[in-house]
T-cell receptor
Framework: AQKVTQAQTEISVVEKEDVTLDCVYETRDTTYYLFWYKQPPSGELVFLIRRNSFDEQNEISGRYSWNFQKSTSSFNFTITASQVVDSAVYFCALRTSGTYKYIFGTGTRLKVLA | SQTIHQWPATLVQPVGSPLSLECTVEGTSNPNLYWYRQAAGRGLQLLFYSVGIGQISSEVPQNLSASRPQDRQFILSSKKLLLSDSGFYLC????????????FGPGTRLTVL
């Protein structure tokens, strides 16, 4: 069975602090994709990144970076020098071969305080 | 470029009334389409998905139904709303057949009184 766990329900940081959001996934498939989405207070989910199971290279995009480690089945998301605009709920998701469904974690609410 | 529309943005309905939420996608063909519900402060619950016209897969047995009358149109319906149907409804699409990301619509906030 496929599963995505985001153990951190809510995180509060002070602006300019670095913060890491954890994502642990479970699947027996060897081919799968992992995703991160941001849901700001407006409600619409915004796609941030996709990573396939054959590419363990970490990725950096501005203040955002992602650490994919198959050995620990984790796909963690780090925001460097957080800003108030980063306040949102962040979801990690998984999609495996043979299914059209995306499995979402329960989300982590990030509050960045000025 | 692709765009996804959802309407209405907000809806307040009495218990027992019918429901129809519409989602349309522009700029792509044969998308996979999805309906999710998000209760207040909670995660996403997949309700239905469709990989083609007239094809609907249901994830949660309940008083909701979905239809896909056209390639880029996805409709969520109910004959009689329950209080528990309140929530934030999100439509999403992904490129058909491959492992691409989903793109979400702006959502409909439904309150059943």
């Amino acid at each position: 069975a496929q599963k995505v766990t985001q153990a951190q329900t809510e995180i509060s940081v002070v602006e300019k602090e670095d913060v890491t959001l954890d994502c642990v996934y479970e699947t027996r498939d060897t081919t799968y994709y992992l995703f991160w989405y941001k849901q700001p207070p407006s409600g619409e989910l915004v796609f941030l990144i996709r990573r396939n199971s054959f590419d363990e290279q970490n990725e950096i995009s501005g203040r955002y970076s992602w650490n994919f480690q198959k050995s620990t089945s984790s796909f963690n998301f780090t925001i460097t020098a957080s800003q108030v605009v980063d306040s949102a709920v962040y979801f990690c998701a998984l999609r495996t071969s043979g299914t059209y469904k995306y499995i979402f974690g329960t989300g982590t609410r990030l509050k960045v305080l000025a | 470029s692709q765009t996804i529309h959802q309407w209405p943005a907000t809806l307040v309905q009495p218990v027992g009334s019918p429901l129809s939420l519409e989602c349309t996608v522009e700029g792509t063909s044969n998308p996979n389409l999805y309906w999710y519900r998000q209760a207040a402060g909670r995660g996403l619950q997949l309700l239905f998905y469709s990989v083609g016209i007239g094809q609907i897969s249901s994830e949660v047995p309940q008083n909701l139904s979905a239809s896909r009358p056209q390639d880029r149109q996805f409709i969520l319906s109910s004959k009689k709303l329950l209080l528990s149907d309140s929530g934030f409804y999100l439509c999403a699409w992904s490129v058909g057949g491959i492992f691409n990301e989903q793109f979400f619509g702006p959502g409909t906030r439904l309150t059943v009184l």
